[in-house]
């Protein structure tokens, strides 16, 4: 492992320790949900996260098709994958917080439907990769499927929120009767970055394996020829 | 123009083909009505029930019937190896995307028209909103289907198990699409409110997806 990745990794360690303290320490008790409102510190991160994963899986998959640099297919393989393992820290730690605080582990409302929708669309982009027969065609079949599945989100999101709501409308930036305590705001903002880190650390890693992979392919291609 | 010709013939040696043997239709039509029956042993509905659970029922059955001849439709092409004739041929690759679209639209149509009046004897069924507005949700929603489809059966050819591979690409990226016609369906039946928004919601659908998969389907069909 290069010195380079090393550093990032420690450095990434002291983000998540420091986010960790002050999620359990130093943000304020939520007043009617008490301790339990502090999950928030690690579900919100992680939604932001695995988003950021699927929007730069879509955008390296059209550079992809653009390029045909298979750069950006390793980058398209990690972020899917990062991105649908944060997906399922967002699914698990949702219904954690909801049993206690709305009595059920699960609505069908609009965004949990939508994340829960997101993850199946970005596992079935993981199922393609995995049964596709040979290894040239899967990165342009699979880049093809990303774009599919990111236009898709916003669709999905539209047709859901009309169909019902029962989430509570976003925190930040979601009108005047919204608002969060502002240490509340700089506690989730640590944590945010904290998280992205630790996202970004398993995507390189995930990057160098990929590319490794492919490296191995080429050779075997070319010593099956030789 | 050449776009349109190649498409036009696809479509008419796709026609010909069904019409001479119907092995699509006769399949999907017999899936069609014992998924409609199997449900009958799940619920046991008055008029007022079947009404809001037969959208939901219809187009269930729908969906199943249709990826039964949207996986034949591509197979058949790959054991004439026209696909590789297609790949070295001038001609454009979503003309021939768009002719099994409107191949397949035909079809899964068809198969529609000839089970909706059956879903209405089964369950006993009056719409009580304006029943033009079905038709409209009907030629939209199946359009939805079977142009994804029909992208996705071409993506799914390439996969180790072919035929497992296209429900589970195609059912995740279809859900606003379901939602949709169940709802316009639900409600047109019930005549509860205005399907305005899920009818737009369809139509918006159809344009953003038809137009992805014209711009995506030469990258499937040049993918090897």
Known sequence: MKPLFILYALFTLVLLSWGLH???????????MGDIQRIFYYHVPSAWVSFLCFFVNFLASIWYLASKNMRADAIAVSTAEVGVVFCSIV???????????????????????????????????LLLRRFSTADEQTPKLAAALAIFGFVDVPIVYMSIRWWRTQHPSPVIGGGESSGLDPRMLHVLLWNFLAFAAYGLLVVWRRYQLERGRQQLNILYRTQGAA | MSTMRTAASTLKKDLRLEWRSKD?????????????????????PNAEEARRIVGGLAWIAFLFASTVALNQSWARELHGQVLDAFRVSPAAGNSLFLGKSIGNFIFVLAIEAVLAPIFVVFYDLRTIGPTWQL????????WALVVNGTFFAALSTRTRNRELMLPLLLFP??????????NATTIVLTGEDSPRFWISLLAVYDIVFTMVGLLLFDTVLNAE
């Open chain 1, 22 to 32: 002050q999620a359990l320490d130093v943000a304020p008790t939520e007043q009617t």
């Open chain 1, 91 to 125: 699914l698990v730690t949702g219904p954690l917080w909801a049993k206690p605080v709305w009595g059920i582990w699960w609505t069908w409302d609009a965004r949990l439907t939508s994340t829960f929708i997101m993850w199946l669309i970005y596992i079935s982009y």
């Open chain 2, 24 to 44: 699509a239709f006769n399949a999907m039509l017999f899936f069609a009505l014992l998924v409609a029956v199997i449900f009958s042993f799940s619920f046991d």
């Open chain 2, 135 to 142: 038709g409209l949700v009907f030629v939209l929603g199946t």
């Open chain 2, 173 to 182: 990226i279809s859900i606003p699409a379901l939602l949709a016609m169940v």
